[in-house]
């Protein structure tokens, strides 16, 4: 996990900044990452999950297992957002290569982010644009 561990970050371009929340996940030697979960703030502070992004993630697919699966939000316009998906090499070798990107839409600020659209630009990746995890 990276610092800081919760964060503001105004996600749906509402003028009203989502609290995130990182979790490290596991799961055997098969899966391991990091997942930010982007948190509405209701008018009473209630709080609503309108995202859960795997930010980072043990990519099995690179030799060893040795790289990274990363995921970046590039904020679109309200509600509306794409995740950039690369790989990067050991951290003694910081290459990063691009290998797809995902599409997500909201109906209004307080709503979950649905998925529009996915593009592979690397086949052996098209199943882990969006996870690694085999839960949905």
Do not use: C, W
């Not at 109906?107 to 592979?120: E, L, M, N, Q, V």
């Not at 644009?129 to 949905?136: A, I």
């Amino acid at each position: 996990m990276q610092r800081p561990y919760v964060f503001f970050d105004d996600l749906n371009q509402d003028q009203e900044p989502e609290i995130v929340i990182q979790e490290q996940v596991h799961n055997g030697s098969l899966y391991n990452g990091v997942v930010y979960h982007y948190f509405f703030i209701g008018a009473d502070l209630s709080l609503k999950e309108i995202l859960a992004l795997e930010a980072r993630l043990i990519d099995i697919l690179s030799e060893k297992e040795s790289g990274l699966i990363i995921r970046i939000v590039e904020k679109l316009g309200p509600n509306r957002i794409k995740i950039l998906v690369r790989t990067e090499g050991s951290i003694g070798a910081k290459r990063s290569t691009p290998v797809g990107e995902i599409l997500l839409e909201a109906p209004d600020a307080d709503s979950p982010f649905a998925i529009k659209s996915k593009i592979a630009f690397v086949e052996k990746y098209e199943g882990l644009l969006v996870t690694g995890s085999e839960d949905d």
